[in-house]
């Protein structure tokens, strides 16, 4: 499910695993690099991570063209494993669009499925709104895969 306003994006989805996989999943930076991307396309190689309220979280990886990129930002919100939220600045597009958006993951877990909801806000324009809402799609589908 997804929906949007001209800021935000809302994603939803459920995967047959506990909350807790999933929480780790997100956050231990071995887990994230076997997950987050795709052959053919872009995915993570690296991710660095202080996981703690204040602390800054980076990852790194190659565009579909090989190009490198980076992901950076800082731990806003830490309650495993029900919600998870930080700031998110990347590298790539045009420098009016490197802004520090807003990422909360939602988790709940009932009867062995967890949903996973995730909102990313604070978008410059509709175009870099609508570039994400794409991404969000892709990158809940690897993280269902990876844990199913």
Known sequence: MATQTLDAI???????????????????????????????????????????????????????????????????????????????RHDWGAHEDQID????YDIEERDGVTRVRVTHSGFADVASRDDHERGWGTVLGWLRGYLQ
């Open 101 to 104: 958006t807003l990422v909360r």
């Open 10 to 88: 809302v994603r939803e989805i459920e995967i047959n695993a506990p909350a807790a996989k999933v929480f780790a999943a997100l956050t231990e930076p071995e887990q994230l690099v076997q997950w987050w991307g795709h052959p053919g396309s872009y995915h993570c190689t690296k991710m660095e991570a202080d996981l703690r309220v204040g602390g800054r979280w980076r990852t790194t990886g190659e565009s579909k063209d090989g190009s490198p990129f980076s992901v950076t930002g800082e731990y806003r919100v830490i309650e495993p494993p029900h919600a998870l939220e930080f700031t998110w």
